[in-house]
């Protein structure tokens, strides 16, 4: 299994600080009265085919959802303490220091999360159309709703040339549709790419120019746009008071190609035929929907999931006071076969790790790890932060208390962690009692020696 770098772990960990940070500037944009214009609500699915559509991602925009967004308590986090504006600073600085490894960057870092603050405003939406027997009606298409506006034309277009790198040779075309489209050189040899302003809106085409006639003829109505797309329809819906902002899938049984079932099969996902994902307000709370469809017996990772059900009414029992939990039911042998199945299918060494940690407590520890330990754990497993003190109550009132939202606070200790308890039942408690009592005695004579 290769490693993912270092550099692609430390952008990553920053993502969760950029995605906050363009939702409170998206906020504050709004309340300052930045809109000059009612906001869009014309579908982006437009500028998807319905024909052979394998991915598709909709962002419809915080704009489009205002009152739900306000309700939240994400958005009282993110404006009605100090986080908000620190998250904002901090990701134009990093955006800052990335750019300036360029020697002649067209953007700079507080344009960039003005760029981004634009998109969660305002919405985007990217679509891959995949068709084995008609290769000229497959596309790739992004599109940024606004970004062609006058207000933020100009930014976005240094954006594109900044994207396009040193060898992008931008070079204005006209395709026979009539469309004129920017054509820029790829990073392979032979690659070209384009974009355009459609109206108010950015369109992008990265796969190849020939796109640009897919999404010109969708816009004509020559061809069938994905806004009743059965898939998209489904996944737009508001369901249990959820008010779907995001949406997205992957349809790879019907994807064409190969290498995508090969791609699922390496991430130990095989058996999965599509993914879709829904994200949007409900109520105060923000709500995350990802869903795997495959056919049982489930496989690799997602034999995960085949694990023992419980209802609310069947919980173990908690102290009052508590205002959040995570319970779930799973058989801790069963997840254990599965992801060390798992590992030594995506690296054998990682295999040899853990057969040679299991038989180091066979027989140091006299115990078998799945028999005498895991076996009697579960199914159900609560996760609570016990309710606070009174004292830590009182000073939660002040001003102060924002701090405790710092995420940079509690990295340095200067603001305090929250605490966890976890219960996990246990089917025989005496059996347990020993197998622990064997494992610590065998550990303590180990550290005697």
């Keep these: 299994m290769r490693r993912i770098p270092t550099t692609l772990r430390f952008v990553g960990s920053w993502c969760v600080v950029l995605t906050l940070s363009l939702l409170h500037s998206a906020t504050v944009y709004a309340q300052a009265g930045g809109a000059k214009s009612p906001p869009d609500t014309?579908?982006?699915?437009?500028?998807?085919?319905?024909e052979g559509l394998v991915v598709y991602v909709e962002f419809a925009g915080l704009e489009n959802h205002g009152d739900a967004w306000?309700?939240?308590?994400?958005?009282?986090?993110?404006?009605?303490?100090?986080?908000?504006?620190?998250?904002?600073?901090?990701?134009a600085q990093f955006a800052e220091r990335v750019l300036s490894r360029r020697p002649e960057h067209k953007v700079s870092g507080a344009e960039i999360v003005k760029v981004v603050e634009h998109v969660a405003r305002s919405g985007f939406v990217f679509a891959v159309a995949a068709k084995a027997n008609d290769p000229k009606s497959s596309s790739t298409v992004?599109?940024?709703?606004?970004?062609a506006q006058r207000d933020v034309r100009?930014?976005?277009?240094?954006?594109?040339?900044?994207?396009?790198?040193?060898?992008?040779?931008?070079?204005?075309?006209?395709?026979?549709?009539?469309?004129?489209?920017?054509?820029?050189?790829?990073?392979?040899?032979?690659?070209?790419?384009?974009?355009?302003?459609?109206?108010?809106?950015?369109?992008?085409?990265?796969?190849?120019?020939?796109?640009?006639?897919?999404?010109?003829?969708?816009?004509?109505?020559?061809?069938?746009?994905?806004?009743?797309?059965?898939?998209?329809?489904?996944?737009?819906?508001?369901?249990?008071?959820?008010?779907p902002i995001g949406l997205g899938f992957i349809d790879a049984a019907s994807w064409p190609e190969p290498n995508v079932?090969?791609?699922?099969?390496?991430?130990?996902?095989?058996?999965?035929?599509?993914?879709?994902?829904?994200?949007?307000?409900?109520?105060?709370?923000?709500?995350?929907?990802?869903?795997i469809k495959a056919k049982a017996p489930r496989q690799g990772l997602l034999a995960l999931f085949d694990q023992p059900t419980f209802d609310k009414k069947a919980l173990p029992p908690m102290p009052e006071g508590i205002n959040a939990f995570s319970a779930?039911?799973?058989?801790?042998?069963?997840?254990?076969?599965?992801?060390?199945?798992?590992?030594?299918?995506?690296?054998?060494?990682?295999?040899?790790?853990?057969?040679?940690?299991?038989?180091?407590?066979?027989?140091?520890?006299?115990?078998?790890?799945?028999?005498?330990?895991?076996a009697h754990l579960g199914p159900k497993m609560v996760v609570y932060s016990p309710a606070a003190p009174a004292s830590a109550t009182a000073k939660s009132a002040t001003p102060d208390a924002a701090k405790s939202l710092n995420p940079l606070g509690m990295l340095l200790g200067t603001a305090a962690a929250p605490r966890f308890v976890a219960l996990i039942e246990i089917d025989n408690a005496a059996a347990f009692e020993r197998s622990l009592d064997?494992?610590?005695?065998?550990?303590?004579?180990?550290?005697?020696?």
């Design 70 to 91: 306000r309700k939240t308590a994400a958005y009282k986090m993110l404006n009605e303490t100090t986080l908000g504006v620190m998250l904002e600073d901090v990701a």
């Design 261 to 291: 079932a090969a791609a699922l099969e390496k991430v130990q996902l095989r058996g999965a035929s599509r993914i879709d994902f829904r994200w949007g307000p409900s109520g105060d709370a923000l709500v995350n929907i990802l869903r």
């Design 438 to 449: 064997s494992l610590m005695k065998r550990n303590i004579e180990g550290k005697e020696k």
């Design 328 to 374: 779930v039911s799973i058989n801790p042998a069963k997840v254990f076969d599965t992801l060390s199945s798992v590992a030594k299918g995506l690296d054998p060494s990682i295999g040899g790790t853990i057969d040679a940690a299991v038989e180091t407590i066979r027989t140091k520890g006299r115990l078998q790890l799945r028999k005498d330990i895991l």
């Design 42 to 50: 014309a579908p982006l699915s437009r500028y998807a085919p319905r």
């Design 154 to 243: 100009a930014m976005f277009g240094r954006l594109m040339l900044e994207a396009g790198g040193p060898k992008a040779k931008p070079e204005l075309a006209k395709r026979e549709s009539g469309t004129q489209v920017v054509l820029m050189n790829g990073s392979r040899p032979g690659h070209r790419w384009a974009w355009w302003p459609e109206k108010d809106d950015l369109v992008i085409v990265p796969d190849r120019p020939e796109s640009a006639d897919v999404v010109t003829e969708l816009l004509a109505g020559k061809r069938p746009d994905a806004t009743e797309h059965p898939i998209r329809a489904e996944l737009a819906k508001a369901e249990n008071g959820m008010e």
């Design 142 to 147: 992004l599109v940024l709703r606004g970004a």
